[in-house]
């Protein structure tokens, strides 16, 4: 048995957060706002070190019902948590286990708070209901669609004019960034928000992450009789937050012996014969070598697409070979998947897939395939299989296709 997340539709969306929204607090919400989950093609690891990913927007998508209220109370609710939570806008402070802001109220308040830190605002409570088929804690961001459903809520009773310019949405992408770091506690990097907020339909965005500035690039998976079949491995993420430091760290360190304050400043083919090359450890090695040649590959992906979008001819075999590359990478040089990612780029890669590697931070979480639609089946079959065998979870699959950003 393949268990396949289909996607909410839009109106089915709006429909159940409605009712959750009335259910609870006893009238209608004025406005439905929604944000998508985000997956990355290609660029692992690269935001932190001023590189380049190539995230687009899911068909998943978070759905808020919101109505305003005339005090600074946010009373919220969520289908996804039990009971209704209750936060003034002034309790929002910095991180604290301690603070009456913890938990998943966090990211929606946070972003508020981080907005009027900005010079937004100031912004009157909400009540709010949430619902959302982003499945949690995948690596598919269901913080960041949360977040960025509720920026749209907030800046659309404002009169919507961030949401309406892309630079607009790059204040917004900001303050979320900021909501999680800060309020929330979680490391991020900005890439997540600016899919969920910035991206096209049938598009993905070439982000630099340096300047924030973004490219869409035609991603037309359709017309070729292809899908990016995303699976979701439910492997149980131990050790990740302090993983993912310990990469930052080892990437700040190796940059400052190398002389350069991000490593995208590298020279690409000549970075290690840099005289001081030979003082980094074996493993600060490996780690710059996966932080450059992956941000090679994320710009030959991105210059690939933007000549098929040129000539009408896409270069699938190439695109396929780019993401294989990138999860050996990963997973030699920047140790950062798991027996489940592993598994499952070996399985799809075997029944057929073009291309297979993991995306989002490692260690679990998921992974994705560039798939014929005819292979679909046996891909998800074989990978099924292959993880029963191991005993690991059952894997969970979505078909995804480049969605729009928040609304
Ligand atoms: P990911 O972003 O990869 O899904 P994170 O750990 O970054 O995983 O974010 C998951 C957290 O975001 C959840 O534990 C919860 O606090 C919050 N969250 C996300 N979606 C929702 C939702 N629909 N309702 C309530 N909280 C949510
Ligand atoms: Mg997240």
Redesign the pocket.
């Given at each position: 048995m393949v268990t396949l997340k289909q996607a909410f539709s839009l109106t089915e969306g709006a429909t159940q957060v409605t009712t959750l929204f009335t259910e609870t607090f006893g009238y209608a919400p004025t406005a439905v706002h929604s944000a998508p989950?985000r997956v990355n093609v290609i660029g692992e690891h690269t935001d932190y070190n001023g590189g380049y990913a190539l995230p687009m927007a899911l068909p998943h998508r978070?759905y808020v019902a919101v109505a305003p209220r005339t005090d600074r109370l946010v009373r919220l609710i969520?289908?996804?948590?039990s009971g209704v939570r209750e936060v003034s806008l002034d309790q929002v402070d910095t991180f604290d286990s301690a603070n009456p802001v913890s938990?998943?109220p966090a990211?929606v308040v946070g972003v508020a708070w981080a907005l009027e830190q900005a010079g937004y605002g100031p912004y009157m409570g909400l009540d709010i209901a949430?619902?959302?088929c982003?499945?949690?804690?995948?690596?598919?961001?269901?913080?960041?669609?949360?977040e960025c459903a509720v920026a749209a809520a907030w800046d659309t009773l404002q009169g919507g004019a961030l949401l309406a310019t892309d630079s607009g949405r790059a204040v917004l992408v900001n303050a979320c960034v900021q909501a999680?770091n800060q309020i929330?506690g979680?490391p991020?990097g900005g890439m997540?928000q600016a899919a969920s907020l910035r991206c096209q339909a049938g598009h993905v965005i070439f982000l630099d992450c340096r300047d924030q500035t973004v490219q869409h690039l035609p991603f037309d998976l359709n017309s070729a009789d292809l899908e990016l079949l995303v699976v979701d491995t439910r492997a149980p993420h131990a050790l990740v937050d302090g993983q993912y430091a310990a990469r930052r760290q080892a990437c700040e360190t190796a940059a400052s012996i190398l002389g350069v304050a991000l490593l995208v400043e590298l020279p690409a083919g000549s970075y290690h014969e840099l005289p001081a090359w030979q003082q980094l450890s074996a493993v600060q090695q490996a780690r710059v070598r996966h932080v450059v040649t992956e941000i090679a590959r994320t710009k030959e992906f991105a210059s690939l697409l933007t000549e098929g979008a040129q000539t009408g001819n896409f270069d699938w075999e190439r695109l396929g070979a780019l993401m294989n590359a990138s999860h050996e990478s990963l997973r030699v040089d920047y140790e950062v998947t798991c027996p489940e990612l592993d598994t499952m780029v070996e399985a799809a890669r075997g029944a057929g897939a073009l291309g297979a590697r993991m995306t989002?931070g490692g260690f679990g979480?998921s992974a994705i395939a560039l798939v014929h639609t005819k292979d679909v089946p046996a891909v998800t079959q074989a990978v099924t299989e292959a993880f029963a065998q191991a005993g690991f979870n059952e894997p969970h699959f979505l078909r995804a296709f480049p969605a729009e950003a928040a609304f």
């Open positions: 989950g978070t969520s289908a996804q948590e938990g998943w990211y949430v619902d959302s982003v499945p949690f804690g995948a690596g598919l961001s269901s913080s960041a669609a949360l999680e929330a979680a991020t997540d989002g979480g």
